[in-house]
């Protein structure tokens, strides 16, 4: 366990945007530092069913994750596998991945996400489902439950000077988090220009940011290896006790001296149909 400093948003600030550059990130919302517990959560195994999220050993073929073409070649095929075998979905779509780094950023890489969110809004994540089942020729059918994960792995050895921690699912209520506008743009505004009134907000992808709540229980895994992976749920329509789970970047205070964490963020949508056999989707 160590306690560390997670940065929770101030309620009752100016809009919720997230400005996105070229390996540069800039919020709206005014964040307070907050010092909490962060218990290592090896020793307790957590699984999706408990926690909303699981430690999986995970080898893989791609040897130079900064290579978009290799990632894009291996890296799909690999994730696609592994959710599939996890959840015993009848279909997973993998959509879409980011490299993450504490240190030398620019094109192809952003900086840690060290605010509490989650990444899509439950409003957000309902219409993704739907447009990805269209894009499947699936838009008629009608799924039994669906699931928006994060794969999440460290590719730069340990320790992780700024690793992942990860709140219990259950542990949030339902009522909290409001949206955060994700915006993509060459470069960021300035600090007028982001927070002016913008009609068409909704039109954008929006995360779920996180107010300062004392019974929130933060988990994270140190020293992650290369083989080692993090499934974490973004959403989850069956809405059980861990339907989301909020996370962030956090410096680790017990870590000195390490190389800046590199890790890749790999987005995917799991189905279930009652009314497809899964051999006619795979």
């Known amino acids: 366990m ?61 040897a130079d994750f900064t290579d978009a073409a290799e990632v894009d070649r291996l890296y799909y095929a690999e994730a696609d596998a592994l959710i599939r075998g996890v959840t015993g979905a009848s279909l997973t779509i993998p959509f879409g991945w980011m490299l993450r780094s504490n240190g030398a950023t ?56 700024c690793p992942l921690a990860l709140c219990a699912g259950d542990s949030v209520g339902e009522d909290e988090g409001v949206p955060n506008v994700m915006i993509h743009v060459d470069a960021l505004p ?50 059980g006790p861990n339907w989301r789970v909020p996370h962030t970047a956090f410096v680790d205070p017990a870590v000195q001296g390490a190389p800046p964490r590199e890790s890749i963020e790999l987005r995917s949508i799991a189905y279930w149909f009652d009314d497809i056999a899964e051999e006619t989707i795979a």
């Open 190 to 239: 300035d600090a007028e220009t982001a927070i002016a009134r913008r009609p068409d907000d909704g039109q954008y992808p929006a995360a779920s940011v996180f107010a300062f709540n004392p019974a929130h229980r933060w988990h994270y895994f140190p020293d992650m290896t290369r083989d080692e992976v993090v499934l974490l749920t973004f959403y989850d329509s069956a809405r």
């Open 2 to 62: 160590v306690r560390a400093t997670l940065n929770y948003l101030r309620p009752g600030g100016p809009p919720n945007r997230r400005f996105v550059a070229p390996g540069a990130e800039m919020n709206t919302g005014i964040y307070d530092p907050y010092e909490v517990e962060v218990t290592d959560a090896r020793p307790i195994r957590p699984t999706l069913a408990s926690h909303g999220f699981a430690l999986l050993d995970h080898a893989t073929a791609v």
């Open 106 to 161: 620019g094109v192809g890489r952003q900086p840690p996400a060290a605010d509490v969110h989650v990444d899509l809004t439950p409003d957000r994540a309902e219409r993704i489902a739907r447009v990805f089942l269209a894009r499947e020729g699936l838009a008629e059918r009608r799924p039994s439950r669906f699931l928006i994960t994060s794969l999440w792995r460290a590719y730069s050895p340990p320790p992780q000077d």
